[in-house]
């Protein structure tokens, strides 16, 4: 089942901070985040695991509430570079199901 | 090498033709996937290949057809497409070990289908 992202798009300037969540109605084992760029591969950020965690990476930072089966990505001082389609993918804890992307969060940094 | 290599880039064929995307890694991975993407939406899984064995098959219509000869090597055979099938073809690599779960996704380039 695909999780759920919000927002959809968000528009921030220069060095503001944002949050991206993503939920899901099943029991995870581990949620990830990848970011693609306009006609480009979509790029690994950070994986977490069920057992609730928090991970940074840079500027980026996520979290995982296992209880609520939320993830959140963290970006602080965003830069240009952060521009992109922010997706968190998730794994259920049950059975042999395969990652499902959320519909993603299409962010935009401007100068 | 961290890379994963997928040509061609960009693919115009008709409803008759019958053609190949390809895929390449040199990561040792053993688990390899096909993604479908459409403009503005998510990669939508296709078919999983772990240890050279299809291990999962989305749904995906018989005008589809995967082949893994060997762990390095990942083809998506086409024939008798649509046009609806035009999207973005991406391959993915990653260190899956078995029910360990997906681990990190290395994706290539993509394949840029067009359908006429």
């Known amino acids: 089942q695909q999780p759920v992202q919000s927002p959809q798009a968000v528009i921030l300037r220069e060095g503001e901070d944002a949050v991206i969540n993503c939920s899901s109605s099943?029991?995870?084992?581990?949620v990830h985040w990848y970011r693609q760029k306009h006609g480009e591969a979509p790029v690994f950020l950070m994986i977490l695991l069920k057992g609730g965690e928090q991970k940074g990476h840079e500027k980026i930072s996520a979290s995982f509430n296992e209880k609520k089966q939320q993830s959140s990505l963290y970006l602080t001082a965003s830069q240009l570079s952060y521009s992109g389609t922010y997706f968190c993918?998730?794994?259920?804890?049950?059975?042999?199901?395969?990652?499902?992307f959320g519909k993603g969060t299409r962010l935009s940094v401007i100068a | 090498d961290t890379e994963v290599t997928q040509t061609p880039k960009h693919l115009v064929m008709g409803m008759t033709n019958k053609k190949s995307l390809k895929c390449e890694q040199h990561m040792g991975h053993r688990a390899m996937y096909w993604y479908k993407q459409k403009a503005k939406k998510p990669p939508e899984l296709m078919f999983v290949y772990s240890y050279e064995k299809l291990s999962i098959n989305e749904s995906v219509p018989s005008r589809f057809s995967p082949e893994c000869p060997n762990s390095s090597l990942l083809n998506l055979h086409l024939h008798a497409l649509q046009p609806e099938d035009s999207a973005l073809y991406l391959c993915?690599?990653?260190?899956?070990?078995?029910?360990?779960?997906?681990?990190?996704?290395?994706f290539g380039e993509g394949s840029r289908l067009t359908v006429l």
């Open positions: 099943k029991a995870l084992y581990s």
């Open positions: 993918g998730t794994e259920a804890l049950s059975g042999n199901t395969p990652l499902v």
């Open positions: 993915a690599s990653s260190q899956a070990d078995r029910g360990v779960g997906t681990g990190e996704l290395f």
